[in-house]
Structures are given as C-alpha cells and as structure tokens.
C-alpha cells in the first residue's frame, strides 16, 4: 500500500510560493488499477511526481510497504519496484527499442523475450525491436513502448502520468486496450493512472477525485464516476478525444 500523510508541496512562482499540493492525506491500496482525476491545474501531475521522487515533499511523508520513502530518490525508489511514465516520454538518438527494453529489465534479454514485452502492447516485434528511440517514433508508439519497458521492469506500483496526451485517436484505443489488459491480468501490480479521459476512468477499480491542490473525493468506480460526470467541472475531468 502506498500512504501519503499531510503531503503538501510549494513551488516558487515569481519570486513568491505557489502551494500547489495541499495537505494531502491518502490511501492507494494494493493490487488496484487507481486513477487520479480532477480539473486542469488542480495538482494531479505534481502529485504523480512526488509519489515517483521526481519532486520532493516540503511537508509530510510517503510511506510504501509501511516504509518511509520520503527522502528517497527516484532511483532509489525504482529499485523497490516503484516505476513512472512521463506524459511526454523521452527520445534517445542511437538507442534501439530493444536497448531500451534491456536497460529496463536489469539484464540482457533475448529477442524473443523482448518481443513479448512489444507483443503484449500491441506492437509488431519485427517491426520495432532495431528501430531507435528518435523523431522517427509517433506518440502513440513511444507510449506504448514506454509501457513495455514498464512491463520489462516488473515494477510493482506504475504510475502513468497523462498517457492520452499528444497521441491520436487511434493509439488512444490502443492504449485502452493495453489498460484494460493489465487491469484484467496484472493483479500483483498496483497501477496508478493520471488522466480526466472518461474511458481511462471507466475501467478503473478506484477514482481519486483531486481539485486547487486537495482531494475532495476517493472511491470506487461506481460511486465516484456518476458524481464528477454531473459535476461542474465535468468538461475539465472528461473531455471529449477529438
């Protein structure tokens, strides 16, 4: 289970403090597919960052599997199973698909177990394993690919910040697929998903409802969706893939 205690976080704004995160207190627990929902602004990416070690508390802790995290690393929290996909992932000139899928496993790969991994993200192995990770690569297929080093990992806490943004229409169905599959299968995997897309929060098995900074609701799926889908702020929570 992953516990944040009084979480707060200030970023500087012009020379003055901006609180972004607001005294948060929650529970994410185990072996769910979790998503974090809320209007724009409202801290929902800070969050996944502080829950990755991108950024770093300035008040209250984090504890995971009932230890203190809060003074960890991201890599120092990546070597205990917690892994984060960027809204924007990276793209590195001269290394290949398969490079990468090794770097994330820890060890060298075969070909063939590499190609599991892209098999299992809707990919076709021959066509991506040799490919490098640039320019040449959409959005939609660094997305999944990135979601394949994730599985390479085997991290046990995922955390996926925006995976809808900047990909079409096409690649989010696939990306829903992907979701649907790890939410079905992946049962010793707890995944948390940052997204206000209404087909990503229709398959998840706990909704977090974040606004200015705070959490204003947690629960499950069916109880919270029908709420934020009437509230005020639906077309920020839930806008229409265009």
Same mark, same amino acid.
């Given at each position: 289970?992953?516990?944040?205690?009084?979480?707060? #976080?200030?970023?500087?704004?012009?020379?003055?403090?901006?609180?972004?995160?607001?005294?948060? =207190?929650? %529970?994410?627990?185990? %072996?769910?597919?979790?998503?974090?929902?809320?209007?724009?602004?409202?801290?929902?990416? *800070?969050?996944?960052?502080? /829950?990755?070690?991108?950024?770093?508390?300035?008040?209250?802790?984090?504890?995971?599997?009932?230890?203190?995290?809060?003074?960890?690393?991201?890599?120092?929290?990546?070597?205990?199973?917690?892994?984060?996909?960027?809204?924007?992932?990276?793209?590195?000139?001269?290394?290949?698909?398969?490079?990468?899928?090794?770097?994330?496993?820890?060890?060298? @790969?075969?070909?063939?177990?590499?190609?599991?991994?892209?098999?299992?993200?809707?990919?076709?192995?021959? !066509?991506?394993?040799?490919?490098?990770?640039?320019?040449?690569?959409?959005?939609?297929? @660094?997305?999944?690919?990135?979601?394949?080093?994730?599985?390479?990992?085997?991290?046990?806490?995922?955390?996926?910040?925006?995976?809808?943004?900047? /990909?079409?229409?096409?690649?989010?169905?696939?990306?829903?697929?992907?979701?649907?599959?790890?939410?079905?299968?992946?049962?010793?995997? *707890?995944?948390?998903? /940052?997204?206000?897309?209404?087909?990503?929060?229709?398959?998840? =098995?706990? /909704?977090?409802?974040?606004? !200015?900074?705070?959490?204003? %609701?947690?629960?499950?799926?069916?109880?919270?969706?029908?709420?934020?889908?009437?509230?005020? #702020?639906?077309?920020?929570?839930?806008?229409?893939?265009?």
């Amino acid at each position: 289970m992953l516990k944040l205690q009084n979480i707060s #976080f200030v970023a500087p704004d012009g020379g003055k403090a901006a609180e972004i995160i607001r005294g948060i =207190d929650l %529970d994410i627990p185990s %072996d769910k597919f979790v998503v974090i929902t809320g209007p724009n602004g409202g801290g929902k990416s *800070t969050l996944a960052k502080l /829950i990755a070690g991108i950024e770093k508390p300035t008040g209250g802790r984090l504890f995971y599997e009932d230890e203190d995290i809060t003074e960890l690393s991201i890599t120092e929290r990546a070597r205990k199973g917690i892994g984060f996909a960027f809204q924007q992932p990276v793209r590195f000139k001269g290394l290949t698909v398969l490079d990468l899928l090794r770097i994330a496993a820890g060890r060298k @790969l075969s070909v063939s177990e590499a190609c599991e991994y892209l098999s299992e993200v809707g990919l076709c192995a021959k !066509d991506y394993i040799k490919r490098e990770v640039n320019a040449s690569l959409s959005g939609g297929e @660094l997305k999944r690919i990135e979601i394949a080093t994730v599985l390479a990992r085997d991290v046990k806490l995922a955390v996926f910040d925006e995976p809808e943004a900047g /990909i079409d229409l096409w690649s989010f169905n696939n990306l829903i697929r992907i979701f649907e599959k790890m939410r079905v299968t992946e049962k010793k995997r *707890t995944v948390i998903v /940052i997204s206000h897309q209404e087909r990503i929060l229709n398959i998840a =098995d706990e /909704i977090i409802v974040l606004s !200015d900074g705070q959490v204003i %609701d947690q629960g499950s799926k069916e109880r919270v969706l029908p709420e934020i889908m009437g509230a005020k #702020f639906t077309a920020d929570i839930c806008p229409k893939m265009e």
